[in-house]
């Protein structure tokens, strides 16, 4: 028997055994995947919800990283992107509405109040000319690598005394 399907056979019977592990246990599962298998290897802080908002698309091309952010209808203002201590934040709030006089609601998916996401950033990037962007609802991002950042030799020197 795989690893694999150990993991499998033992979670399949927890959710059986015990309904509400198995929910907590497929939660932790997904936020452990999204932080061992980030794009790039970058680890991404997730929300303390089951799913982090606001959604993330990070890729890469040879000049830069790029990342993209669901924000539709926040104003770009309202949207805050900075670095701190190596990690990329996005972060605002979506105000609460208010509703008129006599509604009642039976359904509310839309997300209000405080959102902040946290993006580790790899030692390749130029910090000093990201660049950010908000249309049509999405906040784009650029990273550029520096020109730097590849493969660099360092000399070794020797300290042993060489006998005449």
Same mark, same amino acid.
């Given at each position: 028997m795989t690893r694999q399907t150990m993991h499998r056979?033992?979670?399949?019977?927890?959710?059986?055994?015990?309904? $509400?592990? %198995?929910?907590?246990?497929?939660?932790?599962?997904?936020?452990?995947?999204?932080?061992?298998?980030?794009?790039? %290897?970058?680890?991404? +802080?997730?929300?303390?919800?089951? *799913?982090?908002? $606001?959604?993330l698309d990070i890729s890469e091309t040879p000049e830069a990283v790029l990342i993209r952010a669901e924000v539709p209808g926040i104003p770009a203002e309202d949207v805050d992107v900075s670095v701190e201590n190596g990690a990329l934040v996005i972060s605002g709030t979506v105000a609460e509405e208010r509703t008129t006089e006599g509604e009642q609601f039976h359904h509310v998916e839309r997300r209000r109040g405080e959102f902040r996401r946290v993006i580790h950033l790899p030692d390749t990037? +130029?910090? +000093?000319?990201?660049?950010?962007?908000?249309?049509?609802?999405?906040? *784009?991002?650029?990273?550029?690598t520096r020109a730097d950042a590849g493969r660099r030799r360092i000399d070794v020197r020797s300290n042993s005394r060489s006998s005449d």
């Open positions: 056979s033992t979670a399949d019977r927890s959710r059986t055994m015990n309904p $509400p592990l %198995g929910v907590l246990r497929d939660e932790l599962d997904t936020i452990l995947d999204r932080f061992v298998r980030s794009p790039l %290897g970058l680890p991404i +802080d997730v929300s303390s919800g089951s *799913t982090a908002w $606001p959604s990037v +130029d910090v +000093d000319r990201i660049e950010a962007e908000a249309n049509d609802g999405i906040l *784009t991002v650029r990273i550029p």
